[in-house]
């Protein structure tokens, strides 16, 4: 298998019937503001049309410069794409849930948006400073909002009209029940770790069930060890299959009903990326039997703070 098929093409409807999100994602947590502008840009010529953003990653303007220096060339339209961004956790508050969507909005220099994500279900106090510590070095919590009134605040965006479709990010399944059962407007997205060390098979199956669609980040491990790419089961399906093991897992993430996020800023992977071909089904059992490594490589999930530092570049 040495060509691509239509897999990177893959669109996933979404339960509120507002659009079909991309599965091919490309993730924008890249910390120098010039090297984002050309990796995006990098990412919407070689096809992606589907981008996740981030208030925390503090780099909006530069994602939505590269955006725009793309639209004014002619080729792709703000219609073609599909941009996420998420609310940071010392916003949720619900009076300052609609500043915050409108300040992402007119960084991204965006109309609208189509999946707003509570970026982690951990509130912060609330305030311009992302990161609030006591003087002992302790995240300063916010006990003031619980997580249904940050989404409460959410659906209210959607009713507006600028907001398209709202999820949630690193949650668990506990609490992804809570909000499915008491949500007026029901995630549409949940954005959380996942790879073949990490796959989560327990909280897909109940999205399928919901109509969620899963945003898998780190879809390569992020570049840690234990190393994804160098597991000798990925690595020999991929020689099989005339594919890189990059190529593979991501293929593996899609074929299996997901949507993935991966980042590069080298604009050779950022095509490779793109270049996805299906796998053949002994392929797709091979990685669910015999990748048995499990590992967690972003403990955002325990505690609200991110969990690996963004890659000095
Ligand atoms: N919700 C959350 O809490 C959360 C947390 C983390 C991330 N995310 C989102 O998920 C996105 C993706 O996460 P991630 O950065 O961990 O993704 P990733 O794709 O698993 O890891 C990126 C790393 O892999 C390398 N890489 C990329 N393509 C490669 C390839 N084909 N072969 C070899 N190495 C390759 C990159 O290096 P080079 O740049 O040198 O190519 C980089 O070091 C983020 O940008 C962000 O949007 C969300």
């Not at 220096?69 to 300052?96: C, M, Y």
């Not at 997580?147 to 605040?153: H, N, Q, S």
């Not at 990490?198 to 945003?215: A, K, M, S, T, Y």
Request: charged content about 25%; hydrophobic content about 40%; aromatic content about 8%.
């Amino acid at each position: 298998m040495t060509t691509s098929d239509r897999l990177r093409d893959t669109r996933i409807p979404l339960n509120n019937g507002s659009s079909a999100i991309p599965a091919v994602g490309f993730g924008t947590l890249i910390p120098d503001p010039l090297v984002t502008r050309q990796a995006t840009r990098s990412a919407l010529e070689v096809g992606f049309r589907h981008f996740d953003c981030a208030e925390r990653y503090r780099n909006e303007q530069a994602v939505g410069d590269a955006m725009q220096d793309v639209f004014k060339a002619g080729n792709i339209q703000r219609n073609d794409v599909f941009v996420t961004t998420k609310l940071w956790n010392s916003n949720h508050r619900p009076e300052r849930v609609r500043p915050a969507f409108d300040a992402s909005r007119r960084r991204l220099q965006l109309d609208h948006i189509d999946c707003y994500v509570i970026h982690t279900p951990f509130a912060f106090q609330p305030g311009d400073e992302q990161d609030p510590r006591d003087d002992q070095g302790r995240v300063i919590y916010d006990s003031g909002v619980t997580l249904l009134e940050t989404w409460g605040a959410l659906e209210r965006l959607v009713d507006d009209g600028h907001c398209k479709s709202i999820g949630l990010s690193d949650i668990g399944l506990d609490k992804l029940r809570e909000i499915v059962a008491a949500a007026r407007i029901k995630p549409s997205v949940i954005q959380v770790e996942s790879h073949p060390y990490l796959p989560e098979w327990e909280l897909l199956d109940f999205c399928r069930q919901h109509g969620i669609v899963v945003q898998a980040f780190a879809a390569l491990g992020h570049a840690l060890e234990p190393r994804l790419l160098d597991d000798p089961v990925i690595k020999d399906i991929a020689q099989r299959v005339g594919k890189t093991p990059a190529q593979v897992a991501l293929a593996w993430a899609v074929q299996r009903g997901t949507a993935f996020l991966t980042t590069s800023t080298t604009p050779h992977r950022i095509h490779e990326n793109f270049e996805i071909s299906t796998l053949p089904e002994d392929a797709m059992q091979e990685i669910r039997d015999r990748v048995t490594t499990r590992i967690r490589f972003n403990t955002v999930v325990e505690t609200g703070v991110p969990g690996f530092i963004p890659r000095a570049t």
